[in-house]
């Protein structure tokens, strides 16, 4: 199983970034999937969820309004579109794949939101 992110970079803040995960090696379509991150000194945290068909998504507080999760089945990819970018959104951003007990991770992209 692979997940690969990217899309992070350096952004200012204000700023929107859309980021992407591609999955392989796995039935993504009848996984969960969903968006953490980690900020230096931090622990991981949840940012947003996906379920299997799109239908119901989960946001933290920090991200309601402001970003979107969003995935293509048949594309076998997640996307995180971030708007109104702040510097506390700094982090390195985690997919991952969820399906009962079975968990996978992708590598990480990081975002910087600097001026």
């Known amino acids: 199983v692979q997940l690969q992110a990217s899309g992070g970079g350096l952004v200012q803040p204000g700023d929107s970034l859309r980021l992407s995960c591609a999955a392989s090696?796995?039935?993504?379509?009848?996984?969960?999937m969903g968006w953490f991150r980690q900020s230096p000194g931090k622990e991981r945290e949840f940012v947003a969820t996906?379920?299997?068909?799109?239908?119901?998504?989960n946001y933290a507080d920090s991200a309601k309004g402001r970003f979107t999760i969003s995935r293509d089945n048949a594309k076998n990819t997640v996307y995180l579109q971030m708007n109104s970018l702040k510097p506390e959104d700094t982090a390195v951003y985690y997919c991952?794949?969820?399906?009962?007990?079975?968990?996978?991770w992708g590598q990480g992209t990081l975002v910087t939101v600097s001026s």
């Open positions: 991952r794949a969820q399906r009962a007990r079975l968990e996978y």
């Open positions: 090696g796995l039935p993504f379509s009848s996984y969960g």
């Open positions: 996906i379920g299997w068909s799109g239908g119901s998504t």
